[in-house]
């Protein structure tokens, strides 16, 4: 088909007008997205949370950026493997290039807004809502900012970039864990998740409301074979599958993805000029768990850089924690020695090599509904979620 359609393009006009979801994707132009504005948490934060809370210690970065670069891996993210410059976080003053966009995930972050503060639960106080208040008076003075010229235009998206722009969004873990640390029960968890995706499509709403076209929408991951959750919530054994995951903790968050595709599919059908695409990374990264000696991992249920425990996760002593001893400090969380060979980071965090394995997986659409590669995403033709 690739070849009819560029050899014959009056052929590939009568198919694209017979057909509106079969359509090849050869038959269109990539999207060439010019921008990313980013919403999430820890699995896309770039810098948000160290800019306002202090910089994730060494040896976060390592193996990419060789120091730390805003990121709680040990290298690149997801977000970072979408083909522009690596995404500058909003909060962030120092050395930030917002021209192709701006990132304003913070790690801790959580869709709904936290009753308590950092120091009490991890959660940053930086949920879903304010992140889109720093989006719309990013939005709003951009244009009066770029018309003055000299740095500003060399450092903010243009105008158009925004209708233009892959709006992309990962959020909602820690909505789930939040509960846990509340000990809730998993029954009690789940009755709250449609108030968390009523809120999540509120906002997805006013960006397309000021001009977002093109939304890009994780779901979780299967928070129960997280090293963090593993050690602080245990279960019984009869609750532990037989690749030593929480079944429960996995079940909630399968019960959170059902539900986010249902709101994904409703906002297509309430938003005529949007293309949604949902991506169902909670099988990418159970296949990568699961499968991980295969795929050439090792210990996926083990952080690489952690201390202690069954889990090498001990809250206590996160990874590039310093203590004291003797009246000096050192760090006692240190990386491994091989972690292109490691799926988990810290306890919480993918590596940089399971987080590219990931992306190498979901770019081409094989993860998502609908079936359409990345660079085709802005395609509504072929975006039809029902």
Not at 223 to 246: E, N, W
Not at 328 to 342: I, L, W
Request: charged share 15%; hydrophobic share 35%; glycine share 8%.
């Amino acid at each position: 088909m690739e070849s009819l359609c560029l050899k014959h393009t009056a052929l590939c006009g009568v198919l694209l007008s017979l057909t509106l979801f079969t359509a090849p994707a050869n038959c269109l132009e990539s999207c060439q997205f010019p921008a990313i504005f980013n919403f999430g948490d820890s699995n896309s934060d770039t810098g948000g949370l160290s800019a306002a809370f202090g910089q994730a210690p060494p040896p976060n970065g390592n193996t990419f950026f060789h120091a730390p670069a805003g990121r709680y891996s040990d290298g690149r993210l997801v977000i970072d493997f979408i083909g522009l410059p690596h995404l500058s976080a909003y909060l962030d003053s120092l050395g930030s290039n917002f021209s192709h966009g701006a990132n304003f995930a913070t790690a801790g972050s959580t869709v709904r807004p936290p009753n308590s503060t950092i120091s009490q639960s991890g959660a940053s106080p930086i949920s879903l809502d304010v992140q889109f208040v720093q989006f719309s008076d990013f939005h709003r003075r951009s244009p009066s900012l770029l018309k003055q010229g000299g740095i500003f235009a060399a450092l903010l998206p243009k105008e158009e970039f925004f209708s233009r722009a892959i709006y992309t969004f990962d959020i909602g873990q820690n909505d789930l864990t939040a509960g846990y640390k509340l000990n809730m029960t998993t029954d009690q968890v789940k009755a709250y998740v449609p108030d968390v995706l009523s809120q999540l499509s509120n906002v997805i709403r006013s960006a397309y409301a000021q001009g977002g076209r093109t939304f890009w929408i994780h779901n979780t991951g299967p928070v129960g074979c997280l090293p963090y959750v593993l050690d602080r919530f245990p279960v019984t054994a009869s609750q532990v599958d037989k690749y030593g995951c929480a079944t429960p903790y996995n079940e909630v968050a399968q019960y959170f993805n059902t539900k986010l595709k249902e709101t994904v599919i409703q906002l297509g059908k309430d938003l005529p000029l949007a293309a949604l695409t949902y991506v169902d990374t909670y099988s990418v990264k159970r296949n990568l768990i699961t499968q991980a000696k295969k795929l050439g991992f090792q210990d996926p249920l083990v952080a690489c850089c952690g201390h202690g425990g069954k889990y090498n996760y001990n809250k206590n002593y996160k990874c590039g924690v310093k203590v004291k001893v003797d009246g000096k400090e050192r760090v006692v969380s240190k990386s491994c020695k091989d972690p292109s060979v490691r799926i988990n980071w810290d306890g919480i965090h993918f590596s940089e090599a399971a987080n590219k394995w990931i992306f190498q997986q979901i770019a081409n659409g094989s993860f998502s509904t609908p079936q359409i590669p990345l660079k085709m995403a802005c395609r509504r033709q072929h975006n039809s979620l029902t």
